[in-house]
């Protein structure tokens, strides 16, 4: 493993959000004020591949990478906001229903956070 990626998995893996590419670069900018975005978009790629680190996407919002460890994610549909939940391993009753084994599954819960709720409650929000 490179010295960015290395770097990249530590930050992806130690970091209690889940951080953009963009959030990634401008932290490792701090520490190697040479790396370029292209360098750690390619290292997210690799790790990514490897089964090292996992990219996030939800629609209408930039991708995110998160730590590989047994957890789903709650989406607020109305700002966007994530954060980790997790639920009763569900693989026995998924390779039930499908009659064959599954690699993995990923779990995004919509819904509205408490934020929006009391704005929708106040009226701001429709």
């Not at 130690?14 to 978009?41: D, R």
């Not at 490897?50 to 789903?72: Q, V």
């Not at 064959?100 to 929000?125: A, N, Q, T």
């Amino acid at each position: 493993m490179t010295r960015y990626a290395k770097r990249i998995w530590e930050l992806v893996n130690h970091s209690g959000a889940h951080m953009t590419a963009e959030q990634i670069f401008l932290e490792l900018k701090k520490e190697e004020p040479k790396v370029v975005q292209a360098t750690v978009y390619n290292n997210l790629n690799t790790l990514c591949q490897k089964g090292l680190i996992r990219k996030l996407s939800i629609e209408g919002s930039p991708d995110r990478y998160d730590k590989i460890r047994r957890h789903d994610h709650l989406v607020c549909k109305r700002c966007g906001a994530l954060s980790d939940i997790t639920f009763e391993d569900m693989t026995g009753d998924l390779e039930r229903q499908l009659g064959e084994g599954i690699l993995s599954y990923d779990l995004k819960v919509f819904y509205l956070c408490s934020k929006c709720r009391e704005k929708k409650e106040k009226g701001v929000l429709p």
